[in-house]
């Protein structure tokens, strides 16, 4: 059975402070939410960007290089889960998908479309700015202690935290910064039993749901991605009891 390994490097972790200095960009076409989302970021210390339809939304991202966006499903001009694709593609930049759906498949869907969390309308300005900041946190360099592995390895699964990359066989690999988070943990527990519970505790970092399915949509994207590339199951389901990564 492969091993994983760990090596450390601390000279590719960013600078945090640069990061800390880029806007918070709100894609959202009613100004009674943009205003509200926005005070509540304000009032933590965020400066806030914001665009009224899809098309600007897009072009802001890929141009302001903003620290996360805050992304509404239903918009004018591009809808969110275009958008979302679309930059996606292009940015590994923290998305959080706003929706009035309440069904949950479509919900989800936002997840597969790349975004790292949703919030379901109508929601609290609170709970939002909660996920925001637990997004961010996740997506911080800070998180890294000087103790932490930067590097872990896999077989041919090679995941670099402090450079923010995850390649198999060499490949790069289009990864979210919450999927990258939740493959280190899987790394890191190599051939355990992860429990839902503990995933959430301690890669997604708000409170558990039972019925909140977003770490089991973050674990089939993880696994899609691994698997479609290597060519054979890195993350297995242990029903019942959660994940588990190794081999079979």
């Not at 691994?226 to 054979?232: H, T, V």
Request: overall charge negative; glycine content about 8%; aromatic content about 6%.
């Amino acid at each position: 059975m492969a091993q994983p390994q760990t090596f450390m490097d601390s000279s590719m972790v960013n600078d945090p402070s640069t990061e800390s200095q880029k806007p918070i960009l709100i894609v959202e076409d009613d100004p009674d939410t943009v205003r509200l989302v926005r005070l509540y970021l304000e009032r933590d210390g965020h400066t806030v960007i914001e665009a009224g339809d899809g098309i600007d939304g897009l072009n802001l991202a890929l141009t302001e290089s903003p620290r996360l966006v805050v992304l509404d499903m239903m918009l004018p001009g591009m809808d969110g889960l275009a958008v979302c694709e679309r930059l996606r593609a292009e940015s590994d930049v923290p998305i959080i998908m706003l929706t009035a759906r309440v069904d949950e498949s479509d919900r989800l869907t936002g997840l597969d479309s790349g975004a790292d969390d949703y919030v379901t309308k109508p929601f609290s300005p609170r709970e939002l700015a909660a996920r925001i900041r637990a997004v961010l946190r996740r997506a911080s360099p800070k998180e890294e202690t000087s103790e932490s592995p930067k590097i872990q390895t896999f077989g041919p699964v090679v995941l670099d935290m402090g450079a923010g990359s995850v390649k198999v066989d060499g490949a790069n690999l289009r990864f979210t910064p919450t999927e990258m988070r939740l493959l280190s943990y899987l790394m890191l527990n190599n051939g355990q039993i992860l429990s839902r519970e503990s995933i959430i505790e301690k890669v997604l970092g708000f409170d558990y749901d039972g019925m909140d399915r977003t770490v089991d949509t973050h674990i089939s994207n993880i696994r899609r991605k691994l698997e479609k590339s290597a060519g054979r199951r890195f993350v297995h389901t242990v029903y019942g009891m959660g994940y588990r990564f190794g081999d079979a």
